[in-house]
C-alpha cells in the first residue's frame, strides 16, 4: 500500500513528520534513486528509500526511546542550527545523538527553560504537536509588575493574536515580589511565544519563562529527584503509557 514519503519516514523512526518535510526540501531524500518531492508517495515494501544515501527500512528502525530534558537558556530546540548556536540534541550523548532520528516534541524558545520531550516515536510526535490535541502544559511565569484580577481574567478568557483568539487558560497568582509576579499558567495550545506575546500585549512582559510540566510528566520523576538545567532521563513507563494514551485517544 502507498504512503506519503514524509510519514513513512516518521513510521520509521528517522525524523518527525515535520523534520521528514524538510529533509525532502533539502534534497537529502531519494527513492529509487530519484530525488524525493513533498507529497511523494511510496511503497515501503518495495522502494528503496535513502536519506543521505544510506538505505532507510522498517527493519533497521532503531529502539523507540523516550527522554525527558530540562532545556536551559540559550539551548535551541532544534536537531541543527544554522546559527551554530548550542542544540538540545547537544545536550545528549553521542550513543543518543547518532543514527537514532531523536528529536524535540515541540519547542521552548531559546529564552525559556524547563521540560521538553525528546523522541524518536515519529507518529508520537505528529499527534502530539498537531493543533487539534490539546495536552496541557504548566508554566512557572515571573511577569514584571503587578497584573490585577481583571487582566488575569482576560488572560484566562483568551486574547487575540494575529486575529484569532487563543484558547482559554488557567492563570493564577504564585508569588508576588516588588517589582514583578510569579504566575502559573497551563495551556492547551502552543502557538509561537504565546505566553510572551500576550503578557507583552497586556502590558506585563514576562521576565522569565520555565516550563514545569507536560500533561502529568515533571522535570522530578516519580519517585525521583528533580532533573538539573541541561540533565536528561529515560520515561518511566508510566509516562511513555501517558503519551501513548493520548495517541489512542486522538484517533
Same mark, same amino acid.
Given at each position: ?24 526540501? #533539502? ?18 515494501? #518495495? $522502494?528503496?528509500?535513502?536519506? $543521505? ?27 541543527? $542550527? ?92 504564585? $508569588? ?76
Amino acid at each position: 500500500m502507498e504512503e506519503r514519503l514524509q510519514k513513512v519516514l516518521s513510521q520509521w523512526g528517522v525524523a518527525s513528520r515535520r523534520q521528514a518535510e524538510e529533509m525532502i526540501r #533539502r534534497s537529502r531524500v531519494r527513492v529509487n534513486g530519484d530525488l524525493a518531492h513533498l507529497g511523494q508517495k511510496v511503497d515501503p515494501q #518495495r $522502494d528503496t528509500i535513502t536519506v $543521505d544515501d544510506k538505505r532507510v527500512s522498517a527493519v533497521e528502525r532503531p529502539d523507540l526511546v523516550y527522554l525527558l530534558l530540562h532545556k536551559g537558556v540559550g539551548i535551541v530546540s532544534t536537531c541543527h $542550527d544554522p546559527q551554530g548556536r548550542k542544540t538540545v540534541l547537544d545536550l545528549l550523548p553521542a550513543q543518543l545523538r547518532s543514527g537514532q532520528g531523536i528529536h524535540p516534541v515541540g519547542r521552548l524558545d531559546a529564552d525559556s527553560t524547563g521540560a521538553l520531550i525528546l523522541t524518536n516515536d515519529g507518529e508520537l510526535t505528529y499527534w502530539l504537536t498537531h493543533p487539534r490535541h490539546s495536552i496541557p502544559k504548566t508554566y512557572r511565569v515571573l511577569v514584571e509588575g503587578h497584573p490585577p484580577e481583571s487582566v488575569l481574567r482576560m488572560w484566562r478568557q483568551g486574547v487575540l493574536l494575529d486575529e484569532k483568539k487563543t484558547r482559554p487558560a488557567q492563570v493564577q497568582i504564585i $508569588d508576588k515580589f516588588a517589582s514583578a509576579t510569579c504566575l502559573e499558567i497551563i495551556l492547551k495550545e502552543g502557538r509561537n511565544r504565546q505566553i510572551r506575546r500576550v503578557a507583552q500585549q497586556l502590558g506585563y512582559p514576562v521576565l522569565k519563562l520555565h516550563r514545569t510540566a507536560i500533561g502529568s510528566i515533571q522535570l522530578q520523576a516519580p519517585g525521583g529527584r528533580c532533573l538539573r538545567e541541561g540533565e536528561y532521563r529515560h520515561l518511566e513507563e508510566s509516562e511513555i503509557r501517558f503519551l501513548q494514551k493520548l495517541k489512542a485517544d486522538s484517533h
